[in-house]
Structure formats: C-alpha cells, structure tokens
C-alpha cells in the first residue's frame, strides 16, 4: 500500500483536516448512509472556538476544516459564527480552507447568501445530488415525512445557487446505476461544472452493475473530455481512495477529538477507544498513530497476501480503512466488501486517468501525502 504503518509516525503526526460534526442527527434518513447517528450529543460555540484554537495551533499552514457527515445547516447560527470565527483566524501562517458539505434541504436564503458571499478557492460548498427526482429520492427520505420528497426541496435551493462556485457530489448505486446517464446529464445540463461521483461501498454491487458502472463512466468521461470548458471539473477519486483519512481528525458533537470522521459508523457507546483529545489535554498525536497501527493491522489480517502488492493502481488506491472499521461494527464480511472496494476502485481509478488532462483534479491524496511527508520531515 502506498501508506504502510511503519511510515506512518512520519508522516501523519500532525491531522491536517479538521472535521467538525455539530451534531450527528440530521433532516434526512437516508438508507445508504453509513454513520451511526446513535449520539443525542450538540456542540456548543465556546467549545467550537477551542477546538478551532487547537487545531489552528498546530504546526502546518496549509490546513482544512469541513463541515460534513451530518448535516451542518441543522444549526445556521451556530455554524455561521463558526464560519466566521474560522475566517478571523486565518494569516499568513495559517492558510485554511473550509468545505461545506449540505443535502440542501435547509440551504433556504439567508444561509444560502451568507455562503454564496464567501465562496472562493478556499471557501468550497459542496451539495449533495445524486440525480433526476427518481433516483435522488430512491435512497434520500426526508426524516419523519413520509412522502416528500427530498429532492424537490433540495432542488428549489439548489437551482438559486451559481453553478460554477458549488461542487456536487452525486453518490451512485446499484439500484440506479441503469439512470447513470440521464443523472448525469440531468446535473450537467443544469449548469453545474464540478463533480465528485462517488460509489456507494456499502453495498455489493453485481457484476451486471459493475458492467454499468463501467458503460456510465465510460460515457461520463467522454463526455467531459468533448466539450473543454467542462475539463478538469470531473472527480472520480475522492475521499474513499487515497489516503485522506490519515490526514484527519473529528471533533465530534460530544467535544472530543476521534481518530478521523469514520468512528461515526461506530455506535456512540463504542467508540470511546477512538478518542485521542478534547479541549482541555489537545490532541494526543502518540494514541493517534498508535490506533491507525492497530486499526491497520486488524484489517489486514483479513487480506493476506496484501491483494494489493504488485496492483497498477496502488498510486492512486489505498487500504479501505474507513470500510474495515464499518464491517467490523456492522458485523460484514470484510473480505467480501473489501473485494468489492478494489472492483470498483479499478473502474474508478481506469477512468479517472483518462479524464483530460489526466489525474488533475485526482490528485488531491497524492498531494495531501506528499505534503504531509514534507511537513513531517520538517517537523521530526
Ligand atoms: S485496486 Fe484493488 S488491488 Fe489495487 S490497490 Fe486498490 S484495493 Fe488494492
């Protein structure tokens, strides 16, 4: 693998992402998410701000802060302040981007201005749709209204925003697979220029859906390269590939500091073991590389030989950590969703080379990696 565990105190001592979870409820219920939710907990702003200090402490200048997982919208005030208070904190020595993940459901006006005021290169808002009405309310439920549907109250937001400052990020699965295309179409008709797609991986996918999987990005890809105002915007690789997940830290809604976003697969009872702070000790950067060992080792028991020794698309792939630990707490066989994980990585990583130019916007891990062995030279 490209990250190996010996390697991993030098080049992870420091997170450089920050994920904030205000709370872990949200508005939708949707079947194909993978966090637990099972924590009643809320952040409050002073604890916020602390957190903030803490990580914007630390010895890195380039760093991130997203809101994502749960929906951050849930609470405009609380996360407007936030926003605010991460933007006076910006200097020269500490550049910091922040990430705006929303299903769109409250992204009404106000909040809608206050975000639309400040997207820049460091100010991103991504929006989650998956499609056509169909297909985004096929797995997207509106919690406790039955027969609503999501996407229509989503759209009515999304359609005010401008098209070229926002990302999607559009989750597929099997059961829509076959509406690929006229999903697809149907986002980039409507203006928007820059996508993430992303596969469900905690699903099986049949090896009928994979064929489609292939002749949807195949044609997607075809697609973008034809028409080069739409270049560059395409993502194919994102936060499940690479190794983006050791840049991470969460400060979940109980105010402490886990391991990466991922424990919130984990039922809230369970996760202690995956605490390394809070805002009285910091961050305990020994436990960490300590528990990405451990979790490193547990799940490549599951693997041996390592499939991946050898494999082309080791640059671009990574151990699917963030899957062991879903498997594990939902008691799946990770063998067999983690030979689903490499199928689908292999069509994604194939087609992701082929988006002109090659690898552009995909290279965010292998950036973030070589940045952190940078920092990490200089910091040990
Ligand atoms: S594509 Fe499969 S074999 Fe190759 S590195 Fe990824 S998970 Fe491993």
Redesign the pocket.
Known sequence: MKVKPNDLHKIIKYPSQLDISFTEQCNQDCDYCWADKSAKTRLDYNAIKKAIDIFCGLPLREKTVTFTTNEPLLDAALYKKTVNYLLSKRNPDNSIRIITTTNGILLTKPVRDFIVERLNDNFWLNISLDGLRQSHDAHRKLRGKPGISAFDISWKHFSRLPRDKVRVISTITPSEIGSFRQNMDFILDSGFRNLDVFAQMYTLWSEPDLAALERGLRYLVARFNKNPEERNNLRLLNRLWGDTHYAKVLFGSDAKFYLFEWVLAIPYLRRRKFIIGDILSGIDFDKRIALFDELFYSASKYNSPM??KG?E??TF?SYPLPLFLWCTYQKRDFSRYFMN??SI??IF?RFSLEVAPPVKNESDSIKLNKYLNATAKRAC
Do not use: L
């Open positions: 499939p991946c494999c698309y080791n792939c994980f490499c990585a292999k990583i």
